[in-house]
T-cell receptor, first 115, second 114 residues
Framework: NAGVMQNPRHLVRRRGQEARLRCSPM?????VYWYRQLPEEGLKFMVY????????ESGMPKERFSAEFPKEGPSILRIQQVVRGDSAAYFC?????????????FGPGTRLTVL | AQSVTQLGSHVSVSEGALVLLRCNYS??????LFWYVQYPNQGLQLLLK??????LVKGINGFEAEFKKSETSFHLTKPSAHMSDAAEYFC????????????FGTGTRLTVIP
């Protein structure tokens, strides 16, 4: 049973370019969460999605960031016009619909470097 | 509002010594509590979790943590450190109902000295 998969594992972009980060949840999981980890910091919640719905985006920057989790395919975190401050590790986590403990299963992360 | 405080961003112990990593939380309602471990350039792996019931929780790799409601703490311990325990450890909380997202502490980097 494959775990949460993220790709790419490393992404380098120049300022002003777009970054697309992909997350495939564990089989049977319909809830996806995105977190950002800045250097030397803990993970900060960004967005929580279920299939075709954004449930909570309270941690998402208001501009340039968007997320989706389509009916088919992986969840995508999209960052437009990247800036150096976007350099971070972006982690995706997933959970099944009815897991009472709120336990989340994390992917290996995508490390974004903005030059 | 939820928040997590991990005292000590860096902890060093000798191999075979007791490991104690501290975590305090603030929450308006009893939370779920988690400890995750992160090895370099990897994702987070769940060590243990507290939801309800017994307040002493045993996890993987010999780690355990005790939920103390009166102290709003969930400290992580291991009786005898192993070299392979060197990693970053994160304490996290979530609400039992409502929001599902996790609130993380800033992490404690554990170094094990041979």
């Amino acid at each position: 049973n494959a775990g949460v998969m993220q790709n790419p594992r490393h992404l380098v972009r120049r300022r002003g370019q777009e970054a697309r980060l992909r997350c495939s949840p564990m089989k049977g999981h319909s809830h996806v969460y995105w977190y950002r980890q800045l250097p030397e910091e803990g993970l900060k919640f960004m967005v929580y999605l279920q299939k075709e719905n954004i449930i909570d985006e309270s941690g998402m920057p208001k501009e340039r960031f968007s997320a989706e989790f389509p009916k088919e395919g992986p969840s995508i975190l999209r960052i437009q016009q990247v800036v150096r401050g976007d350099s971070a590790a972006y982690f995706c986590a997933s959970s099944p619909a009815l897991l009472a403990s709120n336990e989340q299963f994390f992917g290996p992360g995508t490390r974004l470097t903005v030059l | 509002a939820q928040s997590v405080t991990q005292l000590g961003s860096h902890v060093s112990v000798s191999e075979g010594a007791l490991v104690l990593l501290r975590c305090n939380y603030s929450s308006s309602v009893p939370p779920y509590l988690f400890w995750y471990v992160q090895y370099p350039n990897q994702g987070l792996q769940l060590l243990l979790k507290y939801t309800t019931g017994a307040t002493l929780v045993k996890g993987i790799n010999g780690f355990e943590a005790e939920f103390k409601k009166s102290e709003t703490s969930f400290h992580l311990t291991k009786p005898s450190a192993h070299m392979s325990d060197a990693a970053e450890y994160f304490c996290a909380v979530s609400e039992q109902t409502g929001a599902n997202n996790l609130f993380f502490g800033t992490g404690t980097r554990l170094t094990v000295i041979p």
